[in-house]
């Protein structure tokens, strides 16, 4: 491939997944969903004026490195401590429900694999996307209904950012797992090392970067810094550790999320992501996803997935905050809030194409989900609150 035409593949790519992100947005759907749709449309399935090459592949890398390490750095630490015990608990059902539904889904339609072959850790890999929790939807809903700051909207906020550290978590160790060349015991040794060694290392880059942070405020050597500590937590994890890049790049986050400048920092990183790196990683989605291939076998797993996916977050995450002492009523709520799936449903896919675990069919299903639960989270959560919404309003017209 010429080296110029690469100038036009990404001309192409960002006003496609620009004009569809806007298009998404006035339809009260994710931005995502327009930027994947983008791709699906200028790729091999339909126009093909936009083909897969290794350069965009690994544009799209650092583009789930950069998400990664913004998602860190807007991590509020005080909340996680604060919110406590009931936010963890809800996280872990989050986690686990949805882990377990995924997996018996693809047994399902597929049947029951013995464990440590390949397809056993692909029925896995399954119910690992679909532990993932995005609740900007949610948070946008809470905020109209003038409930986010409530004690069930606080809860869903920490559930849902402890969720998907835990979800990093069993990515991980997933990923360590396939092939069934690497022990369990060895997988578990590696990951604890790594955590071991990021809070070692992490304390000390938090002080230097405090330091730095009071010397030079808001000057541009501290986000270029921090990009770098970036890339080289996403390197030191995945050479050394055999740990998943983005899981590097999400540490890396929480390492700077407590300093005075995380939010100039994080600005700093989304200029890059918004404009280039990140149109690039959701357009690649749509580049991959084949939907001339699309089987009624696929279909119907779509629609299993989907449902599978909504409901587990929901019977989880509601069980559990109802033996933390919240009302039915509460607690179907939390189970609601949690159900909205975004960009990390999506990098959790990537990887585990780029591992070899799945194949692109599988993309049709997650983008499914993040549509369906954006659209159905705020509509039955505004039923749930309608009624406190009433008297909210009648009491606003008393005084």
Not at 200 to 226: A, H, Q
Not at 311 to 330: A, E, M, W, Y
Request: net charge positive; proline share 3%.
């Amino acid at each position: 491939m010429e080296t110029y035409l690469i100038f036009k593949s990404l001309c192409i790519i960002i006003i496609a997944a620009k004009l569809f992100g806007i298009i998404a947005r006035k339809l009260k759907a994710p931005q995502v969903v327009g930027e994947i749709i983008s791709g699906v449309i200028i790729g091999p399935s339909v126009l093909g004026i936009v083909g897969q090459n290794d350069f965009l592949m690994q544009m799209a890398e650092i583009g789930v490195v950069l998400l990664m390490f913004s998602a860190g750095l807007q991590t509020n630490l005080k909340d996680l401590v604060r919110t406590g015990g009931k936010a963890f608990a809800i996280a872990c059902a989050g986690v686990i429900v949805p882990l377990i539904g995924g997996t018996l889904l693809y047994f399902a339609f597929y049947g029951v694999s013995p464990f440590g072959s390949p397809e056993f850790y692909k029925a896995v890999f399954i119910g690992v996307i679909m532990t993932a929790t995005s609740v900007s939807i949610t948070v946008q809903t809470l905020k109209e209904l003038g409930r986010l700051s409530t004690e069930v909207g606080t809860t869903v906020l920490s559930a849902a950012i402890i969720d998907d550290v835990i979800g990093i978590i069993v990515l991980t160790f997933v990923i360590g797992m396939n092939g069934g060349e690497t022990k369990p015991l060895e997988v578990i040794i590696k990951t604890a090392l790594f955590f071991v060694f990021a809070f070692i290392l992490g304390y000390i880059i938090y002080k230097i970067f405090r330091f730095s942070d009071k010397m030079w405020p808001r000057t541009r050597r501290i986000p270029i810094m921090s990009l770098a500590l970036c890339l080289g937590l996403a390197y030191v994890a995945e050479r050394f550790f055999g740990i998943a890049d983005i899981t590097g790049a999400y540490v890396a986050g929480i390492i700077l999320c407590s300093i005075h400048d995380s939010n100039y920092i994080a600005e700093k990183m989304d200029i890059s992501s918004y404009m280039l790196f990140g149109p690039v990683f959701f357009a690649s989605i749509g580049l991959k996803t084949s939907i001339d291939k699309i089987s009624s076998e696929l279909l119907l797993f779509c629609a299993g997935f989907v449902f599978v996916a909504l409901v587990c977050k929901i019977i989880g995450c509601s069980t559990v905050s109802r033996l933390c002492k919240f009302n039915f009523k509460d607690s179907l709520k939390i189970g609601v809030g949690m159900m909205t799936r975004g960009e990390v449903a999506l990098i959790v896919a990537q990887k585990g194409l780029s591992c070899g675990i799945i194949s692109s069919d599988y993309f049709t299903p997650v983008i499914l989900l993040i549509l369906t639960s954006s659209i159905i989270t705020p509509i039955i959560l505004k039923l749930l609150y309608s009624n406190e919404t009433k008297q909210l309003a009648r009491e606003n017209v008393g005084m």
